[in-house]
């Protein structure tokens, strides 16, 4: 896969764990089950250095924009009073 996305870097690649999916609505990635997907974006870890390795790995909950290319934050909930 990396060889491949390399010698075509608009390619994303996608490597999914045994009992692991992904749940993909419009340019979204959600990472389901009870392991881990890798991302291969050779854009983004060039342009970070390399210095994380060459794979993002993402665990269950965890969502990836497809479009931007990148890790997107869980969404911060506010407590209300008696919470």
């Known amino acids: 896969m990396v060889k491949l996305i390399r010698i075509s870097p608009k390619l994303i690649g996608i490597g999914l764990d045994e009992a692991t999916a992904i ?3 419009k340019d979204t990635l959600e990472v389901i089950g009870n392991s881990y ?5 050779y ?3 060039i ?7 060459p ?3 993402l665990h269950a909950g965890q969502r990836y924009d497809l479009a931007d ?7 911060v909930r506010s407590r209300g009073i008696g919470d």
């Open 37 to 41: 997907v890798a991302i291969y974006d």
């Open 55 to 57: 794979f993002l790995f």
């Open 23 to 25: 749940v993909v609505q």
């Open 69 to 75: 290319r990148k890790v997107l934050r869980a969404a």
């Open 43 to 45: 854009n983004t870890i």
């Open 47 to 53: 342009g970070n250095g390399e210095k994380d390795g």
